[in-house]
């Protein structure tokens, strides 16, 4: 398919997402990077632009449907096309379930599950419309199954997979290509706060190189690092006695 020419990036202000921007602006596409904080946006946009790419930026909360929907209009508009969108923005956070609230599971699913699909779900008729086009999500490793004091986000995150997974058996015949990126730990603002063990961690950059690589070859999913993919693989044919001792042994018997 190669690099593709107008890109859609949200919650590009940091971590993955920005890395993202960076990497396909290197690579020739103009990039429209989307997120609630505009400092952070002008100083990704100028960064590009210093080094001879392009690069636009919208100030937008995925988590609200309308402005979502707009968001991928008006790229469409502004960059006369939309090849690419790349859903990235999200939340993360462990809570032990005893002190779970309602209103910050919800506000989790607002963003990790409404905030992703909608502007993916905005850009399908843009796509069919144009009869190409790549809809990317980026999940996580987390949604492969259950793991302690992360029942919202291991929830979102499997949502989100799922939903990917249908978008490509109904628009695949279409011509238009589905990708659920599954990082694994990426060293963001994010994992900053977390206070357990992250084997295998990455930084955004490389994670960003490493999926606009195979972005290219529009690929069912992009899971990485390996020995976590192989690891959560494997953890899927645990039974439940296994996993769950194996997983709290680990995170420290949170």
């Known amino acids: 398919m190669g690099t593709p020419k107008t890109v859609l990036v949200t919650g590009a202000s940091s971590g993955i997402g920005r890395a993202l921007a960076v990497e396909l602006a290197r690579r020739g596409a103009h990039v429209m990077a989307a997120a609630r904080r505009e400092p952070e946006l002008t100083k990704l946009c100028a960064e590009i632009a210093a080094s001879g ?26 960059l006369g096309s939309l090849d690419m969108v790349i859903s990235n923005a999200g939340v993360g956070g462990s809570t032990h379930s005893a002190r779970l609230d309602v209103e910050s599971v919800s506000r989790m699913i607002d963003i990790n599950v409404r905030g992703a699909i909608a502007p993916l779900v905005a850009a399908i008729p843009i796509m069919l419309a144009q009869k190409h086009g790549q809809l990317v999500g980026v999940s996580s490793l987390a949604g492969r199954r259950a793991l302690p004091t992360a029942a919202a986000y291991n929830a979102t995150k499997a949502a989100l997979s799922t939903f990917l997974e249908t978008l490509r058996m109904d628009l695949d015949p279409a011509g238009i290509k589905v990708t659920d990126v599954q990082p694994g730990f990426v060293s963001t603002d994010m994992t900053a706060k977390n206070e357990f063990r992250m084997p295998f961690i990455w930084t955004p950059e490389k994670a960003a190189t490493f999926v606009v690589d195979r972005l290219e070859r529009a690929p069912r999913i992009i899971a990485f690092p390996l020995p976590l993919d192989l690891l959560t693989r494997f953890a899927r044919h645990l039974p439940y006695a296994i996993h769950s001792w194996a997983t709290r042994q680990l995170a420290g018997n949170r």
């Open 53 to 78: 790419g392009k690069a636009s930026f919208t100030v937008c909360d995925v988590a609200d449907p309308k402005a979502a929907a707009e968001l991928v209009r008006s790229t469409d508009r502004e």
